[in-house]
């Protein structure tokens, strides 16, 4: 158990809808990113935020939003859904605000379907 | 720009034989380099990373990997495979910048018995 939880496990919806998923970090860990991982494009960085503000930014769509609330937890919002968007979302967090140099614990994901 | 091949989507190996898994990457400026491992239905999770300091580095579950600048790799290797090591592999490389983070496409590492 990294100790980062996500919510839903799983979430089925239709084209054209509008859903949120949501990530709360390890205690005391300031950086929550979002990540994608889908058969067509394997694993994708999606964004990165750091104490409440926007930190870094990969292949995110402009349909897809997120943003961290002061007490850290994380919300990833994918409106205008489409099949192609069906994938396993993850979560992850870390201490420090660099994407790259320090260790990032993961979530379980939220598998979302698109139908 | 960076980015990561990871050549063999699939390898196979007998327990107890030696594991490699094949990465190469791209990157304008030095890298970071990372191994990630994905158990069945479970996140990712940091298995050793490469960040300018010793070459050869050394990670969890005595998986170890090594940076040559020269040949653009940072291969994974084992000595010994176990059955608990069946799993799926992520290479991924990020940049001094340290605004993007890049993956490959993963290798499933398959171990008989």
């Known amino acids: 158990d990294s100790g980062v939880t996500q919510t839903p496990k799983h979430l089925i919806t239709a084209t054209g809808q509008r859903v949120t998923l949501r990530c709360s970090p390890r205690?005391?860990?300031?950086?929550v990113y979002w990540y994608q991982q889908s058969l067509d494009q394997g694993l994708q960085f999606l964004i990165q935020?750091?104490?409440?503000?926007?930190?870094a930014k990969g292949n995110i769509l402009e349909r897809f939003s997120a943003q961290q609330f002061p007490d850290l937890h994380s919300e990833l919002n994918l409106s205008s859904l489409e099949l192609g968007d069906s994938a396993l979302y993850f979560c992850a967090s870390s201490s420090q605000p660099g994407l790259a140099a320090f260790e990032q614990y993961f979530g379980p994901g939220t598998r979302l379907t698109v139908t | 720009a960076q980015s990561v091949t990871q050549l063999g989507s699939h390898v196979s190996v007998s327990e107890g034989a030696l594991v490699l898994l094949r990465c190469n990457y791209s990157?304008?400026?030095?890298?970071?380099l990372f191994w990630y491992v994905q158990y069945p239905n479970q996140g990712l999770q940091l298995l050793l990373k490469y960040t300018s300091a010793a070459t050869l580095v050394k990670g969890i579950n005595g998986f170890e990997a090594e940076f040559k600048k020269s040949e653009t790799s940072f291969h994974l290797t084992k000595p010994s495979a176990h059955m608990s090591d069946a799993a799926e592999y992520f290479c991924a490389v990020s940049g001094d910048n340290n605004n993007d983070m890049r993956f490959g496409a993963g290798t499933r590492l398959t171990v008989k018995p």
């Open positions: 990157s304008s400026v030095p890298p970071y």
């Open positions: 205690s005391g860990d300031l950086s």
């Open positions: 935020y750091y104490n409440g503000e926007e930190r």
